[in-house]
């Protein structure tokens, strides 16, 4: 029998969906049908993150249920023992807990690119901006947002996340693509250049592109 149960606090299930999601949303401003489609796989991430970190522990639930004798968690329904690879590898609870902290990091990070990303283009008032963060990945906003995913999967994955990031990826990838379609129409040949030098998503720590 377990001895406390941390889980059922559905206020902040919904605080961090609502908190996230209009972060997100602020930095993103979806407009076109498209970009709000990518934006429901992100929402329909958060709300599978949350509702079991804070609300309803299935991941637990489910490796108690399959592994119960090879765990040997005393209290599985401890918060800290809801920690997917944690959980599954015995790692101590201080351990676990560096790896939320760790998350946390990440995530961090990935609000930081997202904000500066987010500062630049809409300072630009529609010119094409190569500068800044921009002269380091194409789709700083995204780098960002799949940080903030990475970030959340180190804190705390559980196995419906980990399933969904895959997916979740793919679809910010086809946006982007369908993104720099419009831009290379609109700039043409400044932005093909600008596209073969500066990578998409993951920099190469160096300014790489500058437009005089």
């Known amino acids: 029998m377990h001895e406390s149960y941390d889980y059922g606090l559905w206020t902040m299930v919904i605080f961090n969906i609502l908190f996230f999601g209009a972060f997100v949303v602020g930095f993103l401003h979806p407009k076109k049908k498209y970009e709000w489609r990518s934006l429901g796989v992100f929402a329909a991430f958060?709300?599978?993150?949350?509702?079991?970190?804070?609300?309803f522990p299935l991941t637990i639930y489910i490796l108690v249920s399959l592994f119960s004798s090879k765990l040997g968690l005393v209290d599985p329904f401890q918060h800290v023992n809801g920690h997917l690879l944690g959980s599954l590898f015995g790692a101590s609870e201080s351990v676990k807990l560096?790896?939320?902290?760790?998350?946390?990091?990440?995530?961090?990070?990935?609000?930081?690119?997202?904000?500066?990303?987010?500062?630049?283009?809409?300072?630009?008032?529609?010119?094409?901006?190569?500068?800044?963060?921009?002269?380091?990945?194409?789709?700083p906003q995204y780098s960002g947002l799949f940080l903030i995913t990475i970030g959340m999967l180190i804190q705390w994955p559980t196995l419906l996340t980990l399933l969904m990031w895959p997916i979740l990826m793919y679809a910010y990838y086809r946006l982007a693509q369908r993104e720099e379609r419009e831009v290379s129409t609109q700039f043409g040949e400044a932005y093909k250049h600008y596209k073969k030098t500066v990578p998409a998503f993951v920099p190469r720590f160096r300014p790489v592109w500058r437009l005089a």
Request: aromatic share 12%; proline share 0%; charged share 10%.
């Open 46 to 55: 958060i709300v599978a993150l949350f509702t079991e970190m804070y609300g």
């Open 98 to 139: 560096f790896i939320c902290v760790l998350g946390s990091l990440v995530m961090s990070a990935g609000l930081v690119i997202m904000g500066k990303g987010w500062n630049k283009i809409h300072g630009a008032k529609g010119n094409l901006v190569t500068d800044g963060i921009y002269a380091y990945v194409r789709h």
